[in-house]
Structure formats: C-alpha cells, structure tokens
C-alpha cells in the first residue's frame, strides 16, 4: 500500500491546523491593538455627550487635556528615539485629536454661557501666568501647544542620539498621564468625600490602565510604559478606594451631609 496519500493528507490537516491557530492569535492581535489604539478615547465620549446636552462643562476640567496632550505629545517625540509598538504611537495621536476636541467643545460652551457679559479676553500673548491654560479663545490653546511642540521637537531632533535625554522623555511622557488622578485624589481627600465625582469615568480608567499595562507587558514595550502603567492603575483604584470609605464614613455618621467634591 502506497503510504503517500496518508503522509498528504496528515500534511495538509496539519497545516490547516495551523492556519487555524495563526488566523486566531492574528485576530486577538488586531482587536487587542484596536482596543489600545482607541481605548483610551472611549471614557471621554459620555463626558462629550453630557457636555453638549447639559452645555455645561464645570464638571470638566481643562486641565484634563492638558496633562494628556503634554503627556502623548512627549510620546510622540520618544517613538523618534526609540522605536515601540506602532499602536502605542497611533493611540498618541488619537488621544491628542480626542483632547482637542473636548477643549474646543468646554470653550465654546463656557464663552456661550457668559454671551452678553462683558469679560475682559484673555491670550496666549498676554503671558500671563495667573491666566495660564485660562484663555478665552480655542486659539490661544492651540499656540501655546505649537510653542511646545516646536520647542520638544527641535530638542528631540537635536539630542535624539542622547541616550539619557531620550529615556528621560519616554519617562515623562508616561509619569505625567500616571498622575493624572492625583489631584482628584487630593481632592478627595480635602473635602473627604467623592460626592460629584464621576464614578463611572474613574472606572473606565482603571479597566483601561489594567488592559494598558498588561498589553505593554506583553508587547515588550519600553520599561518606563510598563512601572507608570501600574503606577496609573494604583493611582485609580486608591480612588475606588476612596469612594467606598467616605461612603462607609457617611453611613457611619448616619447620613450626616458631607462636602461636595467638584470633579478635576
């Protein structure tokens, strides 16, 4: 009996298996970078939405977006001197367009709300301390952040062969969008008390640093991504933390009214 149809066969289901299990990993690959590169928009997207139903966005802070923007807009300039995964650099730019968009809408929302009241403008130009990052028009805004990028671009394209420049700029990026919780948990702690916090974005951040940190990890990704990863998650769930123990605090007190906490 000739044995070569066998061997053909067992050949040919062999390889099918694999093409199988090759297809599998490539579509968990594909979703798992889409879920990095636009995962981190997502959170906004209720906040977008309630802001342009209530036109209202004292629950919002710009400084939100400043932080992020500064903080992926470094990342940006690190991938220049050190190659990571390509997903990481694409969630930069998405994050980047996400905050613009949510500073545009909180400007014009907030210059709506005070039509008919005579407000002196404040600009970018005025370099104004005391009114920084408090300017009037959208304007402003983005030529403070060209300033910036000019600035971080031309050092980048100047010492990107600087080693120790290099992973100091992979470390900021990272360690300022890991401390973006940090003064809503200070202000937790101020106030003692949550009240006017959005619960469900701080989850959506924790759910998301979690995935964030796992995926650098598994993608090898630099090691600064990996510790300011897990340093966000730990700075999320002391929020969640401190959720449950002023509400504890609250119910011990037998429901004794405590501070409103503005979100930041």
Not at 34 to 49: D, H, K, N
Not at 75 to 86: A, D, H, I, L
Not at 157 to 178: K, R
Request: proline share 3%.
């Amino acid at each position: 009996m000739d044995p070569t149809p066998i061997l053909k066969t067992t050949s040919v289901s062999v390889s099918s298996v694999f093409t199988v299990k090759d297809l599998f990993f490539l579509l968990v690959s594909w979703i798992s970078s889409g879920a990095m590169i636009f995962g981190g928009a997502v959170p906004y997207i209720p906040q977008y939405r309630d802001i342009k139903k209530t036109d209202n966005a004292d629950g919002f802070s710009t400084h939100v977006c400043l932080v992020l923007t500064v903080a992926n807009i470094l990342r940006v300039m690190f991938w220049f001197g050190r190659r990571f995964e390509t997903p990481l650099l694409l969630q930069s730019f998405i994050m980047i367009i996400t905050m613009m968009v949510m500073l545009n809408l909180c400007i014009k929302v907030k210059n709506k709300a005070k039509d008919g009241h005579q407000q002196k403008q404040r600009n970018f130009t005025d370099f104004d301390l005391n009114y920084f990052w408090k300017w009037t028009n959208f304007e402003d805004y983005a030529q403070a952040l060209g300033c910036f990028v000019i600035f971080i671009g031309y050092s980048t394209y100047i010492l990107q062969n600087v080693s120790i420049y290099v992973e100091t700029l992979g470390f900021l990026a990272v360690f300022v969008e890991a401390m973006l919780g940090m003064p809503q948990f200070l202000k937790n702690y101020q106030n003692k008390s949550t009240v006017g916090m959005s619960i469900q974005m701080v989850c959506m951040w924790t759910s998301g640093d979690i995935f964030k940190t796992v995926y650098f990890i598994l993608k090898s990704a630099p090691l600064q991504f990996s510790i300011c990863g897990a340093l966000q998650v730990c700075v999320d769930i002391s929020i969640l933390v401190q959720v449950w123990w002023y509400k504890k605090l609250a119910a011990d007190k037998g429901g004794t009214k405590v501070k409103k906490s503005n979100y930041i």
